[in-house]
C-alpha cells in the first residue's frame, strides 16, 4: 500500500510539474498583460511616454458615449450571428457526411477539412484576397466583393468558417460517436424516417458538443481581428471595423491607450456574460448518453 501510494504521489506530481510551463506560459502572455491592462484603463496614458494620469472612470464614461464605438459593435455582431450560424451548419454537416458516407475515407476526409484550420490568419486572408480579386470577378464578372460594403462581412466571414470549421467538425463528429447504435435500431424498427432520427436523436444527443461548439464560435467571431486587418484593413469605409479594430486603432494609431484598455475590459466583460449565458442555455437542455 506504501508503494502503491508513493507511485499515486509521484504520477500527481508529475502531472503538476508538467503543467507548470503551460501555467507559466499562460501567465506571461494571457494573465500578466490583462490586469496591465485594466490598470491602464483607469489612466490618460497615450502608449508611448512613461508619464501618465489617473482619470478613475472617465475612459469608461466616454465609451458608453462614443458613438463611433456603436457602429463597429454593430459590424461584430453581424459577424457573431452569420459565423455562428454558418459554423454551426457547416461543420455538423461535414461531420455527419464524415461519419455516414465517407466511409474507409474517413480518416483522409477528416484530414483534409481540418487542414484549413492549420493556416494562419494573415494566410488565410491572403489566399482568399486572390480568390477574390481573381477567381470570383472572372467567374462571375463582379467587382471585388472585399471592396463592397454590402458584401465585405459576408466575404470575411466565409473566410474564417473556412479556416475554423474543422476544428468543431471533429467535436460534433465526436459527439455523433458517443450516440448508442441501439437508439437508431430502435427507431427504425418503430417506422422513422431520417428526419425524424435526426430531430429526435442525433439533435438532443448532440446537445452537449452544440454547447462547447457554439460558444467557441460565438467567442471566436466576436473577437474577429486578424482577418478583417489583414483583407481590408477595416474598410471599405470601415465596413468590417470590428471592435477588436477600433481598440487596436485607439491603442497605435490614435495613441489612447487608456481608452483603448478601457474599451477591452468592456468587451472581455461582455464576452464573458454572453458566453456564460449561452453555455447555462444549452447545458440546461443536454442529454446525458
Known sequence: MRLKGRKITARTTAKYVFLIPGLCFFAFAIMVPFFMGIHIAFTDWNGITKDYNYVGFRN??????DRQLWEPVVITLEFALYGVIGNTLL???????????M????????????????FSAVLTAFLWKFVYKEIVTAVFGIKNPLGMPKWVVICIVVMQLWNTCGI???VYLSGLKNIPLD????????GASVIQKFRYITLPMLTPSFTVCVTLALTNFMKTFALPLASTGGGPAGASRTISIYIYENLYRYNKAGYG???SVMFVVFL?????AVQSFFRK?????
Open 91 to 101: 461543420s455538423l454537416g461535414l461531420a455527419l457526411l464524415v461519419n455516414n458516407r
Open 103 to 118: 466511409g474507409k475515407l474517413t480518416t483522409a476526409a477528416r484530414t483534409v477539412f481540418y487542414i484549413p484550420c492549420c
Open 261 to 263: 484598455e478601457a474599451i
Open 183 to 190: 437508439l437508431y435500431e430502435a427507431a427504425v424498427m418503430d
Open 285 to 289: 437542455r443536454e442529454v446525458e448518453i
Open 168 to 170: 468543431n467538425m471533429l
Open 60 to 65: 469608461f464614461a466616454v465609451a458608453l458615449g
Open 272 to 276: 464573458v456574460i454572453l458566453s456564460t
